[in-house]
């Protein structure tokens, strides 16, 4: 994986990991591809507290399943996004979809995040690497964090990312 889409290229941790990134100033709408990506797109109007999102940026979103799709790659969001039924993702566990596209359940507290912070990966093209053997229980609360603390990729699960293979 080369590209990683939709993310904080100040504080993230992917340009530390050399993948091209595009974010807010590159806008990652416009990303010409070929090749496959990691999409973080803004999951506040998606996720279990959608009614308090301050901007409906669910385009966005919509977007990277697009872009996913169509040339290769993973995007992120959290378990039970309410993108998964509007786009008609296959849920973890269920049979891959028209696009081969499968999705996965990780908890980010695996790779270091304070809190479990549940997770669900939609992958088309590509082939995850081993799951991590130690999955350390991570304790935090996500609602007790700073907006900063929830919203950054801890860097040990970008880096897992990055690693994915083409199928």
């Known amino acids: 994986m080369k590209t990683a889409l939709y993310v904080d290229v100040q504080r993230g941790p992917y340009p530390a990991l050399g993948l091209d990134c595009w974010g807010v ?5 416009r990303y010409p591809g ?13 996720g ?5 999102a ?16 169509r040339w290769g790659g993973i995007l992120e969001h959290p378990a039970h996004s309410l993108l ?11 049979l ?5 596209g499968r999705s996965v359940h990780v908890e980010q507290g695996w790779w270091g995040h304070l809190a479990p912070k549940p997770t669900w990966l939609y992958c088309v093209g590509v082939e995850l690497p081993v799951m991590p053997v130690a999955r350390p229980q ?9 907006r900063s603390a929830r919203h950054l990729t801890p860097p040990a699960f970008a880096a897992w990312l990055a690693t994915a ?3």
């Open 25 to 29: 100033e590159r806008d990652a709408t």
């Open 34 to 46: 070929p090749g496959p990506v990691i999409a973080h797109p803004p999951c506040e109007a998606w």
């Open 48 to 52: 279990r507290y959608h009614h308090r």
């Open 54 to 69: 301050r901007t409906d940026r669910r385009h966005l979103a919509l977007l990277a399943v697009e872009q996913v799709r």
């Open 84 to 94: 998964w039924r509007e786009s008609r993702l296959p849920w973890p566990g269920e």
């Open 96 to 100: 891959p979809d028209a696009w081969g």
């Open 138 to 146: 991570a304790t935090g609360r996500v609602e007790r964090m700073s």
């Open 165 to 167: 293979r083409p199928r």
